[in-house]
């Protein structure tokens, strides 16, 4: 079916925006918004790509977390360190339950492990005879970063395990966490000495442990509490997790005093209700509890989907909410020219962080909040998402009350403001608008379209702000002379060398790919597949340039809506000019061979689904084969697909698969299969 205009629009954005959140979490521990409403932006996309078929491999669902940082030792976990499906109501939980009875077979009542869910940071520590020989964070989940030197410096880490005959091998999973009184102990402390107040526990840990000096870890009082065991060699361990936490508390391993066992998933919401009334009383900051089939071989017998392990359910407390006033609206310009509202906030601090701003969305939001500068509003933030606004507090509101009204002119260029569909509006100007511009550079600059590494959004910030460039093709010329290397160079946190590293990888992009260069323009809803079907039909850049909405058309996955956007981009004279100058600079791609009976390719008309991981062959190149022999790839599986490609570790894809009666092959059997076709 043809997919609504605002729902692509709407997968688009919700992507870029988990990408980033992934990266302020992960990798720079400077999260700007609450795990709940980060949830419901995952989940939204869930569904999404679900209901519209939209799932693509690069996919934020498919991740299990972010990169990890290069200034440390990158390291590959023997065991992946998965993450746990989420759930924030009872009903959602009881439903946990049927579902691994299904799966079992078995309608009677389970036994559970259920644990407060500590806000901190998830590390693998493993143990050598009893000795303490590394520490590492989660990272994404399979590569972590070794912070050995940091975790040392924890006093609630033994170096050396407290028994008598050690198993030869074991590896200890747990998080590593800053109490309440050690947070606000930090923080007088830092006032006194007139530094950096810290925002709130968690960063504040992660922080602390990627530290390259440990002595600058140790100050920080942080603590650990013991979750799991990874990989164990030499030693029988019980067969009960609630047996295992015995264990390792007997060897000195701090073990959360809160963990209990309960029957049945009733006996677990009451654990969860308990906890939650506990919530402020307790020494740490939590965000929910985790429920966990205590029984190992029930776990081992319920295995894990590519993600997360099917025998475990993190249930998310609700969202904490405060009262603040709304101060201003101001509206931001991004990178296609969306205008969106944002309010500025009294600062006021929930779920852990310091709120001063919030996302409005569109104008139909305000009018639905009947929002106005001068309100009283409830603010809620739950775990790790954006704050939002979900109430005027009408009694507590302030008379001299000011309607938000939306700018008669594009507030980054004066440009005219158009209507955008049903809610959005958006500024005519395209790329010569000034906050389009600098989000154009940094989409052509990306890791999915040209690829410039260490050509960042701040970066790209500097040299726009600096006039050293203007449009994507000016960073093409980027130190070019001794003056230009030299204005590089002084900017902030640049220097020669990372100068000429830059000017390096500007040289190495110009030897590109047709769908990475098609995908870098920025042509509307033209995403990484459309630019990858557009280079096999046309097979050089002149012919899609000269193509007319018909022809656009009868490119696979591409309808009016899109051959529209195609068409606009290439008659703009100033974009013309835009390539031209590009190729100029010397970008170029290798050549396509187009198949003539292009639509009678080996594939034609047949759906594949790719699951599991791909050991021989990269995800991103397995699609596009298939996509030159013709196939379509989906996201997800449904009684249209016709084959699965199914590598170690598939889930849920896979079990359906085989309910459907759908054909399934490993990636060996995909291999012979594209070799075969591709004589």
């Known amino acids: 079916m043809a997919v609504p205009d605002k729902i692509t629009q709407e997968v688009s954005e919700l992507r870029a925006q988990i990408e980033t959140h992934n990266r302020l979490y992960h990798s720079l521990d400077s999260p700007e918004i609450p795990d709940a409403d980060y949830d419901a ?59 691994l009875q299904k799966r079992l077979g078995d309608d009677g009542e389970l036994e559970y492990s259920c644990e407060p869910k500590v806000d901190g940071v998830a590390v693998s520590l493993l143990y050598r005879g009893g000795v303490l020989q590394r520490g590492a964070t989660r990272g994404d989940g399979v590569t972590g970063e070794d912070i050995t030197h940091n975790v040392k410096t924890i006093p609630s880490i033994p170096l050396q395990l407290e028994v008598e005959v050690a198993p030869a091998l074991i590896e200890i999973r747990g998080e590593i966490f800053l109490g309440k009184r050690g947070f606000a102990r930090l923080n007088r402390r830092a006032e006194k000495e007139g530094s950096k107040i810290f925002v709130n526990p968690r960063n504040t840990a992660a922080g602390a442990l990627r530290q390259l000096d440990p002595r600058h870890t140790a100050r920080v009082p942080l603590q650990m509490y013991c979750y799991g065991v990874g990989v164990f060699e030499g030693h029988a361990l019980p067969d009960q997790l609630s047996e295992i936490f015995e264990l390792l508390a007997s060897w000195g391993l701090p073990v959360n005093p809160d963990i209990g066992t309960r029957v049945g998933i009733e006996a677990c919401l009451t654990y969860c209700r308990e906890l939650l009334a506990r919530r402020n009383s ?8 985790v429920i966990k089939i205590n029984d190992l071989a029930i776990q081992r017998r319920l295995g894990s989907n590519a993600r997360t392990p099917r025998w475990a359910m993190a249930f998310k407390f609700p969202a904490e909410e405060k009262t603040t006033r709304v101060l201003d609206v101001e509206f931001q310009v991004g990178r296609t020219g969306t205008i969106t509202p944002v309010a500025r906030l009294e600062p006021v601090f929930v779920g852990g962080v310091t709120v001063s701003n919030t996302t409005l969305h569109n104008m139909d939001e305000i009018e639905r909040l009947g929002l106005s500068i001068g309100d009283t509003v409830i603010v809620r933030r739950a775990g790790d998402v954006i704050p939002k606004i979900v109430k005027v507090v009408r009694s507590r509101s302030r008379k001299n009350r000011k309607k938000i009204r939306l700018p008669e002119a594009c507030p980054a260029c004066g440009s005219a403001i158009e209507k955008d569909g049903e809610v959005l509006y958006k500024c005519s100007a395209g790329i010569i608008c000034p906050a389009q511009r600098k989000e154009s550079i940094k989409h052509f600059a990306s890791r999915t379209a040209m690829d410039i590494d260490g050509l960042g959004d701040k970066l790209v910030e500097q040299l726009a702000d600096a006039g050293m460039i203007e449009n994507v093709a000016d960073i093409f010329a980027l130190g070019r002379d001794a003056l230009g290397t030299e204005q590089l160079a002084s900017l902030e946190r640049m220097g020669n060398k990372s100068a000429e590293n830059l000017i390096a990888a500007i040289d190495k992009s110009k030897q590109t790919t047709l769908p990475r260069f098609l995908f870098a323009l920025g042509i509307r809803e033209v995403g990484a597949a459309t630019a990858q079907q557009l280079a096999m ?31 606009t981009f290439f008659e703009n004279q100033e974009n013309l000019a835009l390539i031209k100058s590009l190729q100029d600079h010397g970008v170029r791609w290798p050549e396509i061979e187009v198949d003539a009976n292009f639509q009678d390719r080996p594939l034609q008309g047949k759906t594949y689904v790719l699951t599991g991981t791909l050991q021989q062959m990269p995800r991103d190149e397995a699609k596009r084969r298939l996509l030159a022999l013709g196939a379509k790839v989906a996201g997800s599986v449904s009684k249209n697909t016709d084959c699965v490609v199914a590598g170690p570790g598939a889930g849920s894809k896979l079990v359906k698969a085989e309910a459907l009666a759908i054909k399934v092959i490993d990636e060996g059997e995909f291999l012979a299969l594209l070799d075969a076709l591709s004589q």
């Open 41 to 99: 932006l995952v989940a939204r996309l869930e569904l999404l790509e679900d209901q519209y078929d939209l799932l693509i491999p690069s996919s934020p669902t498919q991740r299990i977390g972010a990169e990890a940082l290069s200034q440390f030792t990158q390291l590959t976990h023997a065991m992946p360190m998965l993450s746990l499906d989420k759930v924030s109501n009872e009903k959602d939980l009881a439903d946990f339950e049927l579902r």
């Open 282 to 289: 307790l020494a740490y900051e939590i965000d929910g509890a």
């Open 537 to 567: 039909h046309y097979g050089d850049m002149a012919q899609i340039i000269a193509a007319d909405a018909q022809s656009l058309e009868r490119v696979p996955d591409i309808g009016p809506i899109v051959a529209g956007h195609i068409r």
